[in-house]
């Protein structure tokens, strides 16, 4: 457990204990070294983590090469309000975790801002004060710099190095063996076995995997809510907006962020990926609040559909809110987990198309442009005249938390990369498997969530604009996800698992995709690739019987009979 005592207080003390952690396990080895272990996780999210300490619990070595400066990708990058599904669906490491953020919260001194039992009467939502002064706890909300911290004490527990800025240039195969991986600094991973927890599939990508990007046609799998939608109800424009840069006349060009054409037949399939945006962690606390900063490169006009859509909703008699456009859900110590809500809003719809397959000077042009449009966006809100004065009075009573992501002046180390690449393996996971009406018979977890995607273009329907994508739909009990979906086809590598971009269609995905799944299927991975390794096999070839007795001795839950939340 963290102990704020001992440190003085939580925030700043175990801010400083992570940053000088990644200064030193990112500066330590010469790039030019040759790292050898039993298993190599590239990637630093949840999921990497989870699959780092299984490994060590299962008697192997592990490292861990994230490409960015931080750990614990979305977990610990904004998103605290903890996406469940069902919290009795969540067992091994993963639930280990959400016990220790419990056990963290549960110290007076974690709380800085506001009173423990105040939280939980007022925000805590999720989980009631008696559910967390309950054995075995868990808690589901969280600080971004505590999810952080938490992940880094579960690996120096398991003595797992982990190295920061390490950028995938190639990789060594023999066959169908994956020998090492190259980073562009010219660090060398070696190992028997590896495991791909990245967001964007980059080392499955590089290994010559199959994958997909964007939607299949409903077609393809038998599917119905794949695909193009016909019919776009939740976060849509709700009264009508007029497109064009001259009101009323097409040939004059279209507002910024609306895209051209007439976005496909209804379910077809596309390129196209659910919208990205930064998870933010903003506070009312005038003591802990960094001011709104009017962005270098700010241009009001680019917010004219917003201007528009706002003079429209005064028009039909509406008094507009800030809580409809974007949805701030309360974490501890009076900051918030900020997720997009309703028809304009956090999420930049439409320009994340070139991120899943772009190299790495295109992803941060990407990451550039979806942080110059979120901050010009909280900026317009909280000073354009355009913008009615109660819902300017709203945004400027908000600001960053001054004492989250210091390094980045309050701004999340981590683009929501909702989906990227999926591998597309010997199991697809579909609609089917969500629904139950197709049943996995070799679970590694369970997946719990609606049917999500959130919207992925933002056209012109009728003379109005309209956003086209967005999914939600629920209504099933927790499913199993197969072992065959988070291993490739033994024809393109023996020795890969892919936790993360696993095979699954897009809507399946949209299901699958959330922080403690992936910290599931992370903890599943390794223990198949350690059990390949003591039988000297492929990972295609492991005895799942084998490997469900271990999950089921390491509490991971594998079948739903329908017990509490």
């Given at each position: 457990?963290?102990?704020?005592?001992?440190?003085?207080?939580?925030?700043?003390?175990?801010?400083?204990?992570?940053?000088?952690?990644?200064?030193?396990?990112?500066?330590?080895?010469?790039?030019?070294?040759?790292?050898?272990?039993?298993?190599c996780i590239y990637g630093g999210t949840a999921g990497g983590v989870a699959a780092a300490v299984q490994a060590t619990r299962m008697g192997r070595s592990a490292v861990i090469a994230e490409f960015g400066p931080s750990l614990g990708g979305m977990t610990s990058g904004g998103l605290g309000a903890t996406d469940i599904g069902n919290k009795a669906a969540i067992g091994g490491i993963a639930r280990e975790y959400y016990q220790r953020v419990a056990q963290y919260y549960a110290a007076p001194a974690a709380w800085q801002f506001e009173k423990r039992e105040d939280y939980f009467a007022q925000h805590g939502g999720r989980s009631s004060l008696a559910e967390m002064n309950a054995p075995g706890a868990t808690q589901w909300t969280f600080e971004p710099h505590v999810a952080e911290a938490i992940l880094f004490q579960m690996l120096a527990a398991a003595k797992v190095p982990v190295h920061f800025m390490q950028r995938l240039a190639a990789v060594k195969?023999?066959?169908?063996?994956?020998l090492e991986i190259v980073m562009e600094n010219g660090r060398v991973y070696r190992a028997k076995m590896f495991i791909d927890a990245t967001y964007e599939g980059d080392?499955?990508?590089?290994?010559?995997?199959?994958?997909?990007?964007?939607?299949?046609?409903?077609?393809?799998?038998?599917?119905?809510?794949?695909?193009?939608?016909?019919?776009?109800p939740k976060h849509q424009f709700t009264v009508s907006v007029d497109p064009y840069l001259k009101p009323g006349d097409p040939s004059s060009g279209l507002l910024?962020?609306?895209?051209?054409?007439?976005?496909?037949?209804?379910?077809?399939?596309?390129?196209?990926?659910?919208?990205?945006?930064?998870?933010?962690?903003?506070?009312?606390?005038?003591?802990?609040?960094?001011?709104?900063?009017?962005?270098?490169?700010?241009?009001?006009?680019?917010?004219?559909?917003?201007?528009?859509?706002?003079?429209?909703?005064?028009?039909?008699?509406?008094?507009?809110?800030?809580?409809?456009?974007?949805?701030?859900?309360?974490?501890?110590?009076?900051k918030t987990d900020i997720?997009?809500?309703?028809?304009?809003?956090?999420?930049?719809?439409?320009?994340?198309?070139?991120?899943?397959?772009?190299?790495?000077?295109?992803?941060?042009?990407?990451?550039?442009a979806h942080q110059d449009y979120i901050r010009g966006l909280v900026y317009f809100l909280a000073t354009s005249p355009r913008v009615p004065e109660n819902l300017r009075r709203e945004m400027q009573a908000w600001g960053p938390a001054k004492d989250e992501f210091v390094a980045t002046g309050g701004w999340p180390h981590q683009l929501y990369v909702r989906e990227a690449r999926r591998m597309i393996s010997e199991y697809v996971m579909t609609e089917h498997n969500c629904r139950g009406t197709m049943t996995a018979e070799d679970p590694v977890s369970l997946a719990a969530y609606t049917m999500d995607s959130h919207n992925c273009q933002r056209l012109v329907k009728n003379?109005?604009?309209?956003?086209?994508?967005?999914?939600?739909?629920?209504?099933?009990?927790?499913?199993?996800?197969?072992?065959?979906?988070?291993?490739?086809?033994?024809?393109?590598?023996?020795?890969?698992?892919?936790?993360?971009?696993?095979?699954?269609?897009?809507?399946?995905?949209?299901?699958?995709?959330?922080?403690?799944?992936?910290?599931?299927?992370?903890?599943?991975?390794?223990?198949?690739?350690?059990?390949?390794?003591?039988?000297?096999?492929?990972?295609?070839?492991?005895?799942?019987?084998?490997?469900?007795?271990?999950?089921?001795?390491d509490k991971q839950v594998l079948e739903w009979k329908a017990v509490a939340k």
């Open positions: 457990m963290l102990s704020p005592q001992r440190f003085g207080g939580p925030a700043r003390p175990l801010r400083i204990w992570v940053g000088l952690t990644i200064l030193a396990l990112s500066q330590w080895t010469p790039a030019a070294e040759i790292i050898s272990a039993d298993l195969k023999d066959g169908r063996q994956l080392l499955m990508a590089k290994a010559g995997v199959s994958f997909t990007v964007g939607r299949e046609p409903n077609a393809k799998y038998a599917e119905t809510i794949n695909g193009i939608r016909d019919e776009t910024p962020y609306i895209q051209p054409g007439d976005g496909g037949t209804p379910g077809e399939g596309d390129v196209r990926v659910q919208a990205y945006n930064f998870r933010l962690c903003y506070t009312k606390i005038a003591t802990n609040r960094l001011p709104h900063i009017k962005p270098a490169n700010y241009e009001p006009d680019q917010y004219e559909l917003l201007a528009r859509y706002l003079e429209a909703l005064v028009t039909a008699g509406r008094k507009p809110q800030l809580s409809e456009f974007w949805n701030p859900i309360w974490m501890p110590n009076g997720n997009n809500n309703g028809g304009f809003s956090t999420d930049f719809i439409g320009a994340n198309y070139d991120y899943p397959n772009a190299d790495y000077s295109t992803r941060a042009r990407i990451w550039l003379g109005r604009v309209e956003n086209e994508g967005d999914v939600q739909v629920g209504g099933f009990p927790p499913y199993p996800i197969s072992y065959r979906a988070i291993v490739p086809k033994a024809a393109e590598c023996e020795n890969l698992l892919v936790p993360l971009c696993l095979s699954a269609t897009h809507i399946a995905y949209g299901s699958i995709r959330m922080e403690p799944v992936f910290m599931i299927l992370g903890e599943s991975a390794a223990t198949a690739a350690a059990l390949a390794l003591d039988d000297n096999v492929p990972v295609q070839k492991i005895n799942y019987q084998k490997l469900r007795a271990r999950l089921l001795a």
